[in-house]
């Protein structure tokens, strides 16, 4: 089945610092979603990344999508405690299906 | 707007006790998901619904069957409660391959 890892599994910071979050996968993707969840809540939607390196950008957040589309990542500049959450990134299932695989996730705890 | 709304929120069952999770959108979506959630294991599929009819295993679909009512509600059902159930389930729907997700079901077995 699709393989995906998503580093680091945690993530402290000092209010302030900036944060990434990588995604690998075993296979070359269509495209790559990101998800947030704040404690205790549900994952919501981010954003979606289709095309070979594409970059995009939601404020203090940047996406990257790689050039052979197999990795991605989510850079949060200058990180406030308003970030704090997991973080996941979720790939289309075997064949594009849209049975979407989530990593792991990434914990994020910002250090006011 | 109620977008994905998931029932009970909360739900202690003793091992063998049977259930089921109800979940119902009305956004007009036509695929529609259930996942759990495991501390340290992300989200897993456990089945999904791809219309009104239809259903397909996800990665970890034993334990549990689901009914596609109709359009609007995606229910799922443990028959016989294990201790291995206990998680946090979460419905979604989907539209444009981007997911809505409910505010989840915590579920305890004994």
């Known amino acids: 089945g699709q393989q995906v890892m998503q580093i680091p599994q945690y993530q402290h910071v000092q209010e302030g610092e900036d944060f990434t979050t990588y995604c690998n996968s075993s296979?070359?993707?269509?495209?790559i979603q990101w998800y947030k969840q704040r404690p205790g809540g549900h994952p919501v939607f981010l954003i979606q990344?289709?095309?070979?390196?594409e970059v995009k950008k939601q404020k203090r957040l940047t996406f990257q999508f790689g050039e052979a589309k197999k990795n991605s990542s989510l850079h949060i500049t200058a990180t406030q405690t308003t970030d704090v959450g997991t973080y996941f990134c979720a790939l289309p299932g075997e064949g594009g299906s849209e049975k979407l695989v989530f990593g792991k996730g990434t914990k994020l705890t910002v250090n006011p | 707007n109620a977008g994905v709304t998931q029932t009970p929120k909360f739900q202690v069952l003793k091992t063998g006790q049977s259930m089921t999770l109800q979940c119902a959108q009305d956004m007009n979506h036509n695929s529609m998901y259930w996942y759990r959630q495991d501390p340290g294991m992300g989200l897993r599929l456990i089945y999904y619904?791809?219309?009104?009819?239809?259903?397909d295993k996800g990665e970890v679909p034993n334990g549990y069957n689901v009914s596609r009512l109709n359009k609007r509600e995606f229910s799922l059902r443990l028959e016989s409660a294990a201790p291995s159930q206990t998680s946090v389930y979460f419905c979604?729907?989907?539209?444009?391959?981007?997911?809505?997700f409910g505010s989840g079901t915590q579920l305890s077995v004994l």
């Open positions: 979604a729907s989907s539209r444009y391959e981007k997911l809505f």
């Open positions: 296979t070359t993707l269509s495209n």
């Open positions: 990344l289709v095309k070979s390196g």
């Open positions: 619904s791809a219309s009104e009819g239809t259903t």
